[in-house]
T-cell receptor
Framework: ELKVEQNPLFLSMQEGKNYTIYCNYS?????LYWYRQDPGKSLESLFV?????AVKQEGRLMASLDTKARLSTLHITAAVHDLSATYFC????????????FGTGTRLQVFP | ETGVTQTPRHLVMGMTNKKSLKCEQH?????MYWYKQSAKKPLELMFV???????ENNSVPSRFSPECPNSSHLFLHLHTLQPEDSALYLC????????????????FGDGTRLSIL
């Protein structure tokens, strides 16, 4: 059974600092998705990583995928309060499927 | 119109009631999904419809009954629910190819917060 694990589960960080969230998954996958969820809100798509070595950046967030290590990272640069949210990674259950398995989420809190 | 619209936003019901959740997508997608989000648990996939055909029910109890009358609408019919069914129910849609993988992310609605008394 595919397992998707994120760490840390909770992250409290000061504005201006850098940090990385990790997403490990237990079976082979050729793609990975990152989402953001604000309290009481829907999930918003951040990144779609489609191949080994893929790197995507949007503002202060940068995501990468290493399919051989079954690892994705979400790096936060110079955090600001607006980045406070819960971040989820998701992996397809197998090849050629749209059925996603989500990680447990990382709750990020950025304080002044 | 937002991409994926869910109604109602909040629902409180007794265990003997029957209610339905509605989801509508305005993105022209051909696949729709129901997820359950409980506190301290990962998002759980409940039902999948590709090209209007159900392809997954993921061992969901029969007190949850999905309906997909067309590619833009998805319902979740609820009856005799249990307290542990209280959760946020999220609908999503995506565009998939014949092999069902997708280079595009799933788009989520705002969810229905369900409370079972």
């Amino acid at each position: 059974e595919l397992k998707v694990e994120q760490n840390p589960l909770f992250l409290s960080m000061q504005e201006g600092k850098n940090y990385t969230i990790y997403c490990n998954y237990s079976t082979t996958s050729d793609r990975l998705y990152w989402y953001r969820q604000d309290p009481g809100k829907s999930l918003e798509s951040l990144f779609v990583l489609l191949s080994n070595g893929a790197v995507k950046q949007e503002g202060r967030l940068m995501a990468s995928l290493d399919t051989k290590a079954r690892l994705s990272t979400l790096h936060i640069t110079a955090a600001v309060h607006d980045l406070s949210a819960t971040y989820f990674c998701a992996v397809p259950r197998s090849y050629n499927t749209d059925k996603l398995i989500f990680g447990t989420g990382t709750r990020l809190q950025v304080f002044p | 119109e937002t991409g994926v619209t869910q109604t109602p936003r909040h629902l409180v019901m007794g265990m003997t009631n029957k209610k339905s959740l509605k989801c509508e997508q305005h993105l022209g997608h051909n696949a729709m999904y129901w997820y359950k989000q409980s506190a301290k648990k990962p998002l759980e996939l409940m039902f999948v419809y590709n090209f209007k055909e159900q392809t997954e029910n993921n061992s969901v109890p029969s007190r949850f009954s999905p309906e997909c009358p067309n590619s833009s609408h998805l319902f979740l019919h609820l009856h005799t629910l249990q307290p542990e069914d209280s959760a946020l129910y999220l609908c999503a849609s995506s565009q998939v190819g014949q092999v069902l993988n997708s280079n595009q992310p799933q788009h989520f609605g705002d969810g229905t917060r369900l409370s079972i008394l």
